[in-house]
């Protein structure tokens, strides 16, 4: 492969909230994003094609042969060697579903995943990867994420030295990168790896039950008790009681409180002694909204709590019900339950809604980002822009004032 390019897939929407913001690929589950994966497999740059409205931040790099790759897939070795072997107007199929597709110069700024029917196919022999079709793949697949990570970064590699205060079981599955913090916590990788990152910090009192991941410059906050698999991701601060969730990046939960069988998107932030739910009273399986069939979809679970999109945030004492989705920018704050499914950019709670308009939330927006350094800027903008305008549909209220 010469030049991988990454395609949103038709999972796309059913990955919405989290993809109204990013790329099917830039989705985070174990250790890496799924761009990240293919990076690092390959030792080769990637490129998207995705929706036009985030191709200016997430642009597409065509060469003279180019491989296009199903974002929502994991790579294995046996899979790009599939890959590789495919020759110029060749796609690999799984079932229906594109898998890959090799198209020179010339055709490839035409391809589109609904129009390669006269293309030659080949059936996917590789059976054994992680493909991330829906929200709750996220987490309900983030053990294997993990670990599979976990062997791609630290094969042939030394952890950092591991401080004497700590509490240590089964140490070959631990790996601490230069710069981290770790002192007088418990981390029992017995039952998954372990793995600190790059200046990342957990204070004391920390109790971690592994496959457990904390990106670089995150840091987990004094006795925090997090059960895998648990993905806390780059310069996300995360404290009380977590259970399988995975934090993208630059989100915070820095409180007591309980998480759990949950996604959190970017700049997220979750108020003090807020909780989900993650089991119904009655143990029935978990209905999720999805936003292609714009209704509550069976999910085959019965552990399933929180999906919080971008630019989240929520009050302090807020309780979510089982199963819910929150939209990207959403401010939610108020006692009782809130909907199971709250739009993008509401505002408010159990006792009802207004819009989040978006001159307030831009505000918002960029003093949160100020606080980490990150500029928002205008391509941010005008993402937040297009997913304001294009889920106004679901805010009901708006439609009620008019």
Same mark, same amino acid.
């Given at each position: 492969?010469?030049?991988?390019?990454?395609?949103?897939?038709?999972?796309?929407?059913?990955?919405?909230?989290?993809?109204?913001?990013?790329?099917?690929?830039?989705?985070? %589950?174990?250790?890496?994003?799924?761009?990240?994966?293919?990076?690092?497999?390959?030792?080769?740059?990637?490129?998207?094609?995705?929706?036009?409205?985030?191709?200016?931040?997430?642009?597409?790099?065509?060469?003279?042969?180019?491989?296009?790759?199903?974002?929502?897939?994991?790579?294995?070795?046996?899979?790009?060697?599939?890959? +590789?072997?495919?020759?110029?107007?060749?796609?690999?199929?799984?079932?229906?579903?594109?898998?890959?597709? *090799?198209?020179?110069?010339?055709?490839?700024?035409?391809?589109?995943?609904?129009?390669?029917?006269?293309?030659?196919?080949?059936?996917?022999?590789?059976?054994?990867?992680?493909?991330?079709?829906?929200?709750?793949?996220?987490?309900?697949?983030?053990?294997?994420?993990?670990? $599979?990570?976990?062997?791609?970064?630290?094969?042939?590699?030394?952890?950092?030295?591991?401080?004497?205060?700590? &509490?240590?079981?089964?140490?070959?599955?631990?790996?601490?990168?230069?710069?981290?913090?770790?002192?007088?916590?418990?981390? #029992?990788?017995?039952?998954?790896?372990?793995?600190?990152?790059?200046?990342?910090?957990?204070?004391?009192?920390?109790?971690?039950?592994?496959?457990?991941?904390? =990106?670089?410059?995150?840091?987990?906050?004094?006795?925090?008790?997090?059960?895998?698999?648990?993905? %806390?991701?780059?310069?996300?601060?995360?404290?009380?009681?977590?259970?399988?969730?995975?934090?993208?990046?630059?989100?915070?939960?820095?409180?007591? &409180?309980?998480?759990? #069988?949950?996604? %959190?998107?970017?700049?997220?932030?979750?108020?003090?002694?807020?909780?989900?739910?993650?089991? *119904?009273?009655?143990?029935?399986?978990?209905?999720?909204?999805?936003?292609?069939?714009?209704?509550? $979809?069976?999910?085959?679970?019965?552990?399933?709590?929180?999906?919080?999109?971008?630019?989240?945030?929520?009050?302090?004492?807020?309780?979510?019900?089982?199963?819910?989705?929150?939209? %990207?920018?959403?401010?939610?704050? =108020?006692? &009782?339950?809130?909907?199971?499914?709250?739009?993008?950019?509401?505002? =408010?709670?159990?006792?009802?809604?207004? +819009?989040?308009?978006?001159?307030?939330?831009?505000?918002?927006?960029?003093?949160?980002?100020?606080?980490?350094?990150?500029?928002?800027?205008?391509?941010?903008?005008?993402?937040?822009?297009?997913?304001?305008?294009?889920?106004?549909?679901?805010?009901?209220?708006? *439609?009620?004032?008019?």
């Amino acid at each position: 492969m010469r030049n991988i390019i990454l395609f949103d897939g038709k999972s796309r929407s059913h990955l919405l909230p989290f993809t109204f913001t990013r790329p099917v690929s830039e989705i985070r %589950v174990g250790i890496l994003t799924i761009s990240e994966k293919w990076r690092k497999h390959t030792s080769l740059p990637v490129s998207y094609q995705t929706q036009d409205y985030l191709s200016i931040k997430y642009p597409i790099h065509i060469d003279d042969e180019n491989t296009f790759i199903n974002g929502s897939i994991c790579p294995t070795y046996e899979l790009i060697n599939e890959i +590789t072997a495919l020759n110029i107007g060749e796609s690999l199929m799984k079932g229906e579903t594109l898998i890959a597709i *090799k198209l020179n110069k010339e055709d490839a700024p035409q391809f589109n995943i609904d129009t390669i029917a006269t293309l030659h196919h080949k059936q996917l022999q590789a059976d054994n990867f992680l493909e991330i079709n829906f929200c709750y793949d996220i987490f309900s697949k983030n053990d294997l994420a993990i670990r $599979e990570d976990f062997t791609l970064l630290t094969q042939g590699r030394k952890s950092a030295p591991i401080s004497s205060t700590n &509490g240590i079981t089964n140490e070959e599955q631990i790996f601490i990168e230069e710069g981290a913090t770790v002192e007088f916590s418990i981390l #029992n990788a017995s039952t998954g790896p372990i793995y600190i990152g790059k200046d990342a910090e957990i204070m004391e009192g920390c109790k971690i039950r592994g496959p457990f991941a904390l =990106g670089e410059h995150a840091g987990l906050k004094m006795d925090a008790k997090i059960y895998g698999a648990t993905t %806390v991701g780059p310069h996300c601060k995360v404290g009380g009681e977590v259970n399988n969730v995975v934090f993208f990046g630059y989100s915070n939960k820095g409180h007591d &409180g309980f998480m759990g #069988n949950a996604v %959190v998107g970017e700049w997220v932030n979750v108020g003090a002694d807020s909780n989900n739910s993650n089991l *119904k009273n009655t143990y029935d399986e978990v209905k999720l909204w999805d936003y292609t069939t714009e209704r509550f $979809e069976k999910t085959g679970l019965t552990f399933c709590g929180v999906m919080l999109a971008d630019h989240a945030k929520c009050g302090i004492n807020t309780m979510f019900n089982t199963g819910t989705v929150v939209g %990207v920018g959403a401010n939610i704050f =108020g006692a &009782g339950f809130p909907r199971n499914f709250i739009p993008s950019f509401s505002w =408010g709670g159990a006792q009802g809604f207004e +819009t989040f308009v978006l001159n307030k939330f831009y505000k918002t927006a960029e003093a949160m980002c100020s606080r980490r350094k990150v500029a928002f800027d205008d391509v941010e903008k005008a993402i937040l822009k297009h997913v304001y305008d294009n889920t106004a549909k679901y805010r009901f209220w708006e *439609k009620k004032a008019e």
